[in-house]
């Protein structure tokens, strides 16, 4: 969404408006783009337009605010619920500024400041933020396109170039930013921001992308102009995000220390395509299996922290290309696999730990509350033990262990400052321990002899006065008193002075008693003003240790998802695959998400299949019917590539695989109804994306192609399509309902025929068909379509029909196919030669010779 217009809020009379409402207008003028919550006492309200936009978007009911002058719409929501209906703005794409008293009310105007400007992609309150990555995105062009990705929850912060826009669209749909910003050479051109919007439905903000001011932001952010901005547009996307990220923040970006450029070559090309086909992140259809999500993020989630969540989703995003970089990752799931005593103890430990990318990203910025911070420590003194289990390992376990330093002088600070279960928010006592400042121990000592007289004075009163059920008490109206029953109000000394009559007792005080109360209420407060300020030296002095804590946080991540690899691989039999030059080999493989559905669910194991390509066999065709297993079979090998590539054993009994620089996907078929495409045309989209982005290392996966179209033009595309793959040399797996494309096998070489095992039982009542899961050499006898549909419930009237027309259409042949091919000749634009052709063609097919 781009930015909507506030209108000016004006009175009905000719007036001026009232007070409260000027400073309204006034911080509502200073941030125009933004939704103004402005706190009114236990409420925070909107006013004019503002509040029927409100109403509208959160659900609120809509008020008017009048006077003899003056007449407004109002919304208003109760402060108790400001966050769930923040939430909700920010989900429909508004920012939202949040204007609070800065003072108690009093007989003049209260000062209202605006405390946080949120929007979707620079949120870093964690009640506002899912438990995924946040980022904010730049894109800027130059010599090529330049990205930029900020986190302000985690502070990563990192950069990428691309030499063409759908390389540039591959990566920012991989990150799935939350809100993205636009240099003006592309947000100013109509074409291209149509284009991008249908693309990426996010939030479309302003910022700028001035190179002078990016530069600026830069070095005051990182200290220097990083040396692998190599690029005016890299420059210019890195700071504008910077920039409009510290407007948000009001100047602090503490959390965000380091940039990191990654090469988009570096890793394994997996578009927005492949992921929603793969089912990596999202399924595509509603899991049918109770208790199962069905999706790989869904079959992996065995990480313990938030931090391995996020850090395993970005592994799943960005696979490697690195064989060193894999190996050591295998390596580290081979060495937890094999210490299963060092495996449980440090996903025990994790399960203890909070989300300490996040703990350290609010240290950074000085805005960590104290159950924050209290956290903070609980989860670093866990630090040495784990560090203590990985005593003695090798490659990236050892590299982790030394990450894992523990920090124990924080740990010591925090325990020393802060009580062991401290408030929600500063400045409302009991927060520092006793014994870490001498002059707030002052303070509430002599609070404390205070309130010990208090305690003493009723039984010495008792004597005194000779009333035996006097009581002191305390309420927020009259502060202490002394209550005295109507039975014994005859007895009151002269000193006492009535505040209050009750209908059986009476209240008193005196004055010692009003003196001893101001001076609680007085070194209370200064107590707790002390404290607060206490509390903020101590935020200021963790804040230095922030490069150290992320650096931790960032190891414990990392260990969580190895952990969490090992214990599948423990728990489902997964193996190490090995990484191969080119041949890849898969034995007994089975799909990680199915398998697990099934073992959650009511039905029988899945049955495990061969794969087998290398550079003399790098075509496979499979056919079968439908239900029989052949998408299962494509995403299967699919996912066991991906797996591979992002360091984790694979669901299979053994396992060879090559360095694919991509997979490419083309399964299942939607319409594009926003963007005005059918399902034909998407499917056509995707394939073009595969034809000009495949080369011979790339794995490409293809169910079904040309099936939006007719019969002939789907069949002469698939046709096609295969062969232009074919001369690419990619890896590729074909299946398809088209029978004559397995004639393919004795022309193209390394091209093989594979199916779906199925049989069909006539001897059953109606009929019947049996799926065997089984992939096998050769091509498949038949379809089986009319077998399906009678399994699907199609009525018995009609599945007979069809087995009748489909006799028909068979007992035509080849005859049918030729008249059609014949009927569709324009033997005025034929040439001899052309004419010579394809009747030397039809011959062969007669003969059987393909």
Known sequence: MLPVPHSVLKGTGHGALPPMLEQYVQLRDAHPDYLLLFQCGDFYETFGEDAERAARLMGLHLTHKSSKDFSTPMAGLPLRAADAHIEKLLLQGVRVAVADQMEEPGSGLVDRKVTQLLTPGTVTEERLLSADE?????????????????????????????GTRAALYDDLSRWRAREVLLAPELSGNAALLADFQGRFPVMLSQASFDEDMARQELTLTLGDLPAS????????????VLAYARSTQQGRLEMVRRLSRYEPGAQLRLNDWALRALEVFAPQTVSSAPGAESTLIGALSETRSAGGRRRLRAWLRSPLRDGVSISARQGAVASLLSAPDIRHGVRALLYRAHDLERLSARVATRRAGPREVAALARTLELLPEAAALLEGQDGLLANLRNRLGGLPEVVALIRAALVDEPPIRSGEGGLIREGFHSHLDALRS????????IAELELSERVRSGIPNLKVGYNSVFGYYLEVSSSHLGKVPTDYRQVATLKDRSRFTRPDLREHEREIASLDGAADRLEAEVYTELREQLSGHAEALSEAAGAVSELDVLAALSEIAAE???????????????????????????????????????????????????????????????????LCALLHQIGSFVPADAAELP??????????ASDDLAGGRSTFMVEMSELADILHGATKQSLVILDEVGRGTSTLDGQAIAQAALEGLHATGAYTLFATHYFELTRLEGQLPGLLNLHVAAEEDSQLAGGGLTFYHQVMPGAAAQSYGVEVARLAGLPQGVTARAASLLAGLNAQGDDGALSRELGALDLGQMTPMGALELLQKWQKAARGEG
């Open 659 to 668: 360095l694919f620089d991509a997979i490419h996907t083309r399964i299942g």
């Open 572 to 638: 489902r039999g997964w193996v190490r695959p090995v990484t191969t030059e080119g041949a890849l080999h898969l034995r007994q493989a089975r799909h990680p998400v199915v398998e697990r559905s099934l073992k959650v669910g009511s039905g029988g194991g899945f049955v495990p299949n061969d794969a087998e390509l290398h550079p003399e066999r790098r075509t496979l065709i499979i056919t079968g019917p439908n239900m029989a297993g052949k998408s299962t079979y494509l995403r299967t090998v699919a």
């Open 134 to 162: 946040n980022f904010l995105a730049a894109v800027a062009t130059g010599d090529g396109y330049a990205l930029a990705l900020l986190d302000l929850s985690t502070g990563e912060f990192r950069c990428a170039a691309f």
């Open 446 to 453: 002599e609070s404390l002899g205070h309130r010990a007289w």
């Open 229 to 240: 901005l190599s690029s005016s547009a890299l420059i210019r996307a890195c700071g504008a």
